[in-house]
């Protein structure tokens, strides 16, 4: 179960990677069904004029319009901890697995998930936290505005 | 307030009937920041392949990026009671009041909104009930899918 997790985080890494050549924010992630993904996203504020599209909320618009049945038997691989909006979204569609990279950077509403019975795993990757953690160093200015739009 | 309220509460449930013409469910939402609308947006679930996008996510998504300070002088006006997704969204974005037009016909986690400091208010029009219920009445199948698709 661990390498199949490692297996699935590294899509989800690739993910960011791929927002980070169109010049976005390197977060990824990658839906899996029965040892196979369903839907692959990543962070796309940049990109566009978007302000839902985070890597969670892409990659689960990316996999269509599953059953709920479909929904639960789901792992949702992100290279971060998921927000308020993502956690919401997990919580409705009823996403019983979510493994994250890391939740130094950023941490969401783990408690809220936990609560509502999701199982949280957190790998704590030290790739995960550098490949963000370079992007905000160069980019201080865009991380700290999209940081403004949602913190007190 | 309350006039303003109701005159905001028309244009959410114009939204809602541009969705029922679509072919969609007919709820619909808007933004106001300083007495002006700046977002507009009805639920597409049935227009497209989309998962994400109920009424509230895109007037949201449709505001453009805002900045935090816009965001928390907004009330957005929705038909009916946010899901968790939408609720979520709304603490993400600190979006301050939220106005609801009934939670008869679905009700979303409006403790979880209130413990963050959201204020709700809940119209409890029958307008917002009929037009919904129509749509059920009509399109039961349809209905019954989608709430398949997120129901235990």
Same mark, same amino acid.
């Given at each position: 179960?661990?390498?199949?997790?490692? %297996?699935?985080?590294? +899509?989800?890494?690739?993910?960011?990677? =791929?927002?980070?050549?169109?010049?976005? !924010?390197?977060? /990824?992630?990658?839906l899996v069904e029965n040892n196979k993904i369903i839907g692959?996203?990543?962070?796309?504020?940049?990109?566009?004029?978007?302000?839902?599209?985070?890597?969670?909320?892409?990659?689960i618009?990316?996999a269509g319009k599953l059953k709920g049945v479909d929904y639960k038997k789901c792992t949702l691989?992100?290279? %971060?901890?998921?927000? +308020?909006?993502?956690?919401?979204?997990? =919580?409705?569609y009823k996403i019983p697995r !979510?493994?994250? /990279?890391?939740?130094?950077?950023?941490?969401?509403?783990?408690?809220?998930?936990?609560?509502?019975?999701?199982?949280?795993?957190?790998?704590?990757?030290?790739?995960?936290?550098?490949?963000?953690?370079?992007?905000?160093?160069?980019?201080?200015?865009?991380?700290?505005?999209?940081?403004?739009?949602?913190?007190?």
């Open positions: 179960m661990i390498k199949k997790d490692h %297996l699935y985080m590294e +899509e989800a890494i690739k993910e960011a990677k =791929i927002s980070l050549k169109e010049n976005g !924010i390197p977060i /990824g992630a990658v692959k996203g990543h962070n796309k504020l940049l990109q566009g004029e978007s302000s839902i599209l985070h890597a969670e909320m892409d990659c618009e990316s691989y992100t290279t %971060l901890s998921p927000c +308020e909006m993502c956690s919401g979204t997990i =919580i409705l !979510i493994v994250m /990279g890391e939740n130094e950077t950023l941490k969401g509403p783990e408690e809220y998930l936990i609560e509502n019975n999701v199982e949280l795993i957190n790998m704590d990757l030290e790739k995960c936290k550098m490949i963000l953690k370079s992007f905000i160093i160069k980019h201080p200015d865009l991380w700290n505005e999209e940081m403004e739009r949602v913190h007190d």
